[in-house]
C-alpha cells in the first residue's frame, strides 16, 4: 500500500526549497485559494511529461522516474510512468484502475484508501483539493510563487503522509510541482514539463492500458 500511494499521490512559517526560493504566509490566502480555483475551473484538459525524485531513507541517492500526464474533465486521469519501468493509474469517473509492468493490479482489494487516494489525485489536478475534508491548508508564497501545504487529517492518510506541497507559479497558477512527504522521512517530488492546456484528448486514454 506504501507504494501505491506513494505513486499516486505542519508547514513552518518560512520554507527554503532547493532552488533557494524563500516561501513565507501569504498575507491573503483566501484570494490566492480563489484564484488558483479560478485557473483551475478554466482548463478542461491537461497533457503533460512529468520527471519524479524519490528520496528514500534507505538510499545514499534518490530515485528517478519519468513519463506522461492526462486530464480531462470531468474526472479523468491517465498517470502513466514510462521509466524505470511501467506503471499506469487510469481513472475515469468512480472507476480506478491500475497496472504494473504489463499487469493488471486488484484496487479493489486496497478499498477505502484507494477511493481516497483517487479522490486526492483528481483534486490536487483540478483545484478541488481546498473541498477535500481530509486535509488543513495554508498557503506560502516566494517572490514568484505560491505554495499550498496540505496536512492530513484523516486518520488513515496521517499514517502515510506527514504533508503535501503544492507549487504554482504566479504568472500561471497552473500546477507546476507536487510533493508528497512521507511520515518516516522519505518524500516524493514531481515536476511538470510541456505542459498543454484545453487540447483535444481521446477518452480511450482513459479506458485502456
Known amino acids: 500500500m506504501n507504494k501505491f500511494a506513494l505513486m499516486l499521490l505542519v508547514c513552518f512559517a518560512t520554507i527554503r526549497l532547493a532552488n533557494g526560493q524563500a516561501f513565507k504566509n501569504s498575507a491573503n490566502q483566501e484570494k490566492v485559494f480563489q484564484d488558483l480555483r479560478r485557473a483551475s475551473q478554466a482548463v478542461s484538459s491537461i497533457q503533460a511529461a512529468f520527471t519524479e525524485e524519490k528520496f528514500l531513507s534507505v538510499l545514499k541517492q534518490p530515485e528517478y522516474s519519468s513519463g506522461l500526464f492526462y486530464y480531462k474533465k470531468n474526472d479523468k486521469m491517465r498517470w502513466e510512468q514510462k521509466t524505470p519501468v511501467n506503471y499506469v493509474i487510469l481513472i475515469?469517473?468512480?472507476?480506478?484502475?491500475?497496472?504494473?509492468?504489463?499487469?493488471?493490479?486488484?484496487?479493489?482489494?486496497a478499498g477505502r484508501m484507494a477511493g481516497q487516494i483517487k479522490e486526492l489525485m483528481i483534486g490536487l489536478v483540478n483545484g478541488d483539493f481546498h473541498q477535500n475534508k481530509a486535509f488543513s491548508q495554508s498557503c506560502l508564497e516566494s517572490a514568484d510563487q505560491y505554495m499550498v501545504v496540505l496536512t492530513p487529517v484523516n486518520r488513515r492518510l496521517k499514517s502515510i503522509y506527514s504533508k503535501i506541497t503544492l507549487v504554482f507559479p504566479k504568472n500561471t497558477l497552473h500546477l507546476k510541482e507536487l510533493s508528497f512527504f512521507e511520515k518516516g522521512g522519505d518524500k516524493s517530488v514531481m515536476k511538470f514539463q510541456n505542459e498543454k492546456f484545453n487540447q483535444p484528448i481521446d477518452d480511450s486514454l482513459f479506458l485502456n492500458f
Open 92 to 109: 475515469n469517473g468512480d472507476r480506478m484502475r491500475v497496472q504494473e509492468a504489463g499487469k493488471e493490479k486488484n484496487v479493489g482489494q
